[in-house]
């Protein structure tokens, strides 16, 4: 195999794409299935070639037929256990499978995205499906029709689930819950939608305290907090706010403890590429520099939301996988 993909968000299959269409062989893995996080989203409106938005799972199909077209394969759902890398630049890395498969390949992509995190609440993984959700599709929003609704985070993933959940019944309130100010962390286009949208109420400077409800979630405790502060100090009194869904976007972790220590990672723990990799010092080789996508190990390359410098990696979401 000439090129072997980990992870079928949209940049492995963009890859795929590229890599099938110059006649080399190549496969996408995924533990899931094609998409990725974008594969989830509602409505993607800043993605190249699609100026009316189109849904994250539109795109995975579409990218899935055109990688067929060039003649790559995808294998999902499967996750990669290890990775044993090459010894010299004419031998293959090995990928093994949980089904106890190895896959040889010359050049391995590691696409493999980030982690959602979780809503550090008390009980609130009791409301998870049950009122708590990461992410936000027609299947979560049909679940909640008329009723009012609160999305948390800052970024273009929370900015655009606010925005469908207004737009697919007007007669809801949905709730913007930001810990910060609403706009570093968000496209401007989408915050000046938020703002003229009626039936958006946002709230700045407060998070989720506590999270009340019997068989479902049916209401939150918001606390305030100083939105231009990076203390934790309570500016307000806690106040309820009546709820019978939380759609969660607040972060991500890179989707790499699996990878091999030797892979050259940022204080965050996404990996470093490129001219990254020469400043730690971990690139190997002294014929050649590694090439701009390139990780500590040869051969072995990275790209999107894995990649240190990319959008996530700095606790903001990314400009394809935040648009869900």
Request: aromatic share 6%.
């Given at each position: 195999?000439?090129?072997?993909?980990?992870?079928?968000?949209?940049?492995?299959?963009?890859?795929?794409?590229?890599?099938?269409?110059?006649?080399?062989?190549?496969?996408?893995?995924?533990?899931l299935?094609?998409?990725?996080?974008?594969?989830?989203?509602?409505?993607?409106?800043?993605?190249i070639?699609?100026?009316?938005?189109?849904?994250?799972?539109e795109?995975?199909?579409?990218?899935?037929?055109?990688?067929?077209?060039?003649?790559?394969?995808?294998?999902?759902?499967?996750?990669?256990?290890?990775?044993?890398?090459?010894?010299?630049?004419?031998?293959?890395?090995?990928?093994?499978?949980?089904?106890?498969?190895?896959?040889?390949?010359?050049?391995?992509?590691?696409?493999?995205?980030?982690?959602?995190?979780?809503?550090?609440?008390?009980?609130?993984?009791?409301?998870?499906?049950?009122g708590?959700?990461?992410?936000?599709t027609?299947?979560?929003?049909?679940?909640?029709?008329?009723?009012?609704?609160?999305?948390?985070?800052?970024?273009?993933?929370?900015?655009?689930?606010?925005?469908?959940?207004?737009?697919?019944?007007?007669?809801r309130?949905?709730?913007?819950?930001?810990?910060?100010?609403?706009?570093?962390?968000?496209?401007?286009?989408?915050?000046?939608?938020?703002?003229?949208?009626?039936?958006?109420?946002?709230?700045?400077?407060?998070?989720?305290?506590?999270?009340?409800?019997?068989?479902?979630?049916?209401?939150?405790?918001?606390?305030?907090?100083?939105?231009?502060?990076?203390?934790?100090?309570?500016?307000?009194?806690?106040?309820?706010?009546?709820?019978?869904?939380?759609?969660?976007?607040?972060?991500?972790?890179?989707?790499?403890?699996?990878?091999p220590?030797?892979?050259?990672?940022?204080?965050?723990?996404?990996?470093?590429?490129?001219?990254?990799?020469?400043?730690?010092?971990?690139w190997?080789?002294?014929?050649?520099?590694?090439?701009?996508l390139?990780?500590s190990?040869?051969?072995?390359?990275?790209?999107?939301?894995?990649?240190?410098?990319?959008?996530?990696?700095?606790?903001?979401?990314?400009?394809?996988?935040?648009?869900?």
């Open positions: 195999m000439d090129l072997a993909v980990v992870g079928a968000g949209p940049a492995g299959m963009t890859a795929a794409v590229y890599a099938a269409s110059e006649g080399l062989s190549a496969i996408v893995l995924d533990r299935g094609p998409g990725g996080q974008a594969g989830g989203s509602s409505k993607i409106e800043n993605f070639g699609f100026p009316n938005g189109l849904s994250g799972a795109l995975a199909m579409r990218s899935v037929l055109q990688m067929l077209k060039f003649g790559a394969s995808i294998a999902a759902p499967v996750e990669v256990a290890k990775i044993e890398p090459r010894t010299s630049a004419d031998d293959f890395h090995t990928l093994h499978l949980d089904c106890g498969v190895a896959l040889r390949a010359r050049t391995v992509l590691l696409a493999a995205g980030v982690k959602w995190r979780r809503l550090d609440v008390p009980g609130a993984e009791r409301f998870e499906s049950q708590i959700h990461y992410a936000c027609s299947v979560e929003a049909i679940l909640y029709d008329a009723s009012d609704v609160a999305v948390v985070g800052g970024g273009n993933s929370a900015g655009q689930a606010a925005m469908y959940l207004a737009q697919c019944c007007a007669s309130t949905v709730h913007l819950l930001v810990r910060r100010r609403l706009g570093p962390g968000m496209s401007e286009y989408l915050v000046g939608r938020i703002r003229a949208t009626k039936n958006i109420r946002v709230h700045e400077g407060v998070q989720i305290a506590a999270v009340h409800g019997e068989r479902r979630l049916e209401s939150v405790t918001l606390q305030g907090f100083n939105p231009d502060g990076d203390d934790a100090k309570e500016t307000s009194a806690a106040q309820q706010l009546p709820l019978t869904a939380i759609f969660v976007f607040i972060g991500a972790e890179p989707g790499c403890g699996w990878l220590h030797n892979i050259a990672r940022d204080s965050l723990g996404y990996i470093q590429t490129g001219a990254d990799v020469l400043k730690s010092g971990a190997p080789l002294k014929d050649r520099e590694p090439c701009p390139e990780t190990i040869p051969g072995i390359l990275a790209a999107g939301d894995i990649r240190s410098g990319s959008p996530n990696a700095s606790g903001s979401p990314s400009a394809t996988a935040r648009s869900r």
